[in-house]
C-alpha cells in the first residue's frame, strides 16, 4: 500500500519534473510548471478513477439485473411431448416457454395454466379447551 503510493507520487513528480525541465526552455520558471503539472495529473487520475468507478457500478447492476432475472425463474419438472421423457426446465411466468427435449432432440412448448381456489381459515384445534374444560369440571385424574 504505501509502496504503490511512493511508487505513484515518484512517477507524478519524475513526469512533472520532465515536464518543467522542458518548459523552462520557454522562460517558464520550472517551479511553477512542476505544481500545475502535478496538480494537473492528480486531476487527470482522480478523473480516470471516477470513470472506472462508474464503469464498474453500471457492470455490478448489470450484473444484479441479470441475477434477479435468473432468480424469478421457477423450475419444473414436465415430460416431452414426444417422447416423455422427464425435463426440469426453467419456467418463466412472463414470457413463452420452451425446451429441447434431451432424449429426442426436439422441442417442446411449455403453457403456464393459472388455477384459483377459495382461500380458507384452518380449523381451531380444540384440544386445549376440552383439556381446560374438563380439568374446571374436576374430572379425577
Ligand atoms: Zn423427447
Redesign the pocket.
Known sequence: MLQSLVRSVGITCTVSAIVAYFLTHFQIIFVKSFLLTTLLQFIVWYLIGYANEAKTNAINRELEADMYKEFSKQFSEVN?A????KSNIPIVITGNNEFE?S????R?AVYVNLEVAQTTTAVEDPTDRIIEKLTEDGIPR
Not at 414426444?82 to 421423457?85: A, P, R
Not at 432424449?103 to 426436439?106: A, L, W, Y
Open positions: 416431452c414426444f417422447c416423455s421423457t427435449c432424449n429426442c432432440g426436439k417442446t
